[in-house]
């Protein structure tokens, strides 16, 4: 293992944690639906791809800023979210874990194959004049962007935490993650529910969407690379656990920099399999300690 | 097992068999090879899938291991492509072990056992693509050596034949399970697992015997397809597409039957020939159309395609 100074080991760890506020907010409604509804959404990675499609068609043909378009496609992808599990998953689940997990399959499988259909294989990625900047923070240099989407996406995080303890509806979706039949008889409409909480689910995407879209590409299997990770985050954050998402999503930003720092970039993404594979077979209620 | 259970294995594999006697065009004998290939795969899925209701997301795993072995074991060390071949089996099937030994012993169920199925073939396609003796991302050429001995045919005819006689020696090993203890046993895992475990029957055991003959079946298909194809790279051999395919067959043809994954690969690779030469060369159509399929078999039981037409001849 080579040795570099300190201060492109703490640049690596500081673009890691910016790089991981956005993980986690992909990891956000992964683990929130998870929370939900107790599926795992295998679809999630192909919502994150459509996502970044929109966020470029929005670029490409009506020249809208990938930061503006966060205000146009969080409520589209709230809608399709909610359209998703109201008229696909929930009818085909009857509350069987292997039909869920194979409809989302389906869905991902339709999702990004309709992209490769439609945008063929070619890699794309927006030109803005903002891509390259950088900020000068002590001896480090952060990439603007990334910097951008590490406060967005705590933003999102709070905005989120607001909606679930002080609203109406963010009593409903707790009521309904923690006792469904309960939640039921007092009123709530549990399918209405679970579609909202899906449809916040695919709306966190968006805005991940159009952080990432900046400083990263887009071709139809760039939600696969995002899934396992979002995976890895909500395993290790325990799955359903909101601030364990946030905090998962940081510390895997971390290793998967350091490890691309001192084995390389294709080597670095083994990291995250490894630990995914780890904390799932010697500790599936996370880290943090959220039961399962 | 009785001869009635081994007549309709029989009378499938001598119907196909005559195959190659009526068509000879290249690319169709090379469409029929891919489908075996596939429905082999699909078959190994269906042991641990279909009987047992242990959802794999990474049959790649053993495909890939089952390739790259066989294909190795002949361009770096010089062995004969046959006992290569064996070992390409019993390699995949080892890995097959050590991964149910890993997520059986900790308890991994369901969604849980998908993911981390998946994670495992994702390593598998990292390191296959990053090491030197896989060939890296360059991938693998297998010398082009057209003798028997060396297990390459003039004609795609005899591969024909191999391939079947794979898929039928398979198809005699799922019936022979089914009408054994460890299917019983296996079934009564996938239906509910405690009440398995409650009457006695060491779930770890059955589940562990049965993902190490899965995997086995999916190393084959995958050394049958370097032995065929005489080229490998990570995402063919580890890719998502196998693990997907090895899947969708056996869930569209009916999973835990015998002939299932067989129909459904049939199925599979129907439509999609039938896609391209209606849509011509754009990528992704013909999986979109097993995507939907998939949402719809699950959506509407029973859920595959056998069961669909059952249930309206019943009507």
Known sequence: MRAFPLEIVLESVANGLLTGAVYGLVALGLTLVYGVLHIINFAHGALLTLAMYAAWVAWSAFGLDPYLAILPLVPIFFALGYAVQRFVIGPASRGDDSNILLVTLGLSIVVENAMLAVFRSDTLSVQVPYAMEVIEVGPMLLSFPRVIGFGVAFVVAAVLFVILTLTDTGRAIRAVAKERTGAALVGIDVNHVYAVTFGIGAACLAVAACLLLPSFYVNPRVGNAFVLVAFTIVVLGGMGSVPGALLGGLVIGVVESLSGLYFGDSLGQLGIFVIFILVLLFRPTGLFGAKA | ?315
């Open chain 2, 1 to 315: 097992m009785t001869a009635k259970d081994l007549l309709p294995i029989a009378i499938f594999a001598i119907l196909a068999a005559l195959l190659p006697v009526f068509v000879t065009a290249g690319t169709w004998l090379n469409f029929a090879v891919f489908t075996l290939i596939l429905c082999l795969a699909a078959q190994g899925w269906n042991i641990l899938g279909g009987y047992g209701g242990q959802y794999s997301f990474g049959h790649a795993a053993f495909f890939g291991t089952g390739a790259y072995v066989a294909a190795i074991l002949q361009t770096r060390l010089g062995i004969n492509p046959y006992p290569g071949f064996l070992a390409g089996i019993a390699a995949a099937a080892v890995i097959g072990w050590i991964i149910g030994f890993l997520s059986f012993r900790s308890g991994l169920r369901g969604s849980y056992f998908a993911l981390v199925t998946l994670a495992f073939a994702e390593v598998f396609r990292v390191l296959a693509n990053a090491a030197e003796f896989t060939g890296g991302a360059a991938g693998l050429l297998i010398k082009l050596d057209v003798r028997p001995e060396n297990f390459q045919f003039a004609s795609r005819g005899v591969f024909f034949w191999v391939a079947l006689g794979l898929v039928t020696v398979v198809l005699v090993i799922t019936r022979a399970l089914e009408r054994s203890r460890l299917g019983a046993q296996l079934v009564a895992v996938r239906e509910n697992e405690d009440a398995a475990r409650a009457l006695g029957v060491d779930v770890f055991r059955v589940k562990l015997s049965a993902i190490t003959l899965s995997a086995g079946i999916t190393g084959a298909a995958g050394a049958l397809y370097a032995q065929y194809f005489l080229y490998l790279d990570s995402s063919i051999a580890y890719g998502t597409w196998i693990s997907v395919e090895a899947l969708l067959a056996p869930i569209i043809g009916g999973a835990g039957t015998v002939f299932g994954p067989v129909i459904g690969g049939i199925i599979l690779h129907s439509l999609s020939e039938f896609t391209k030469s209606l849509v011509g060369r754009i990528p992704g159509v013909d999986l979109v159309i097993f995507g939907v399929l998939l949402i719809l078999v699950v959506r509407f039981p029973p859920r595959d395609i056998p069961g669909v037409i059952r249930a309206w001849r019943k009507r």
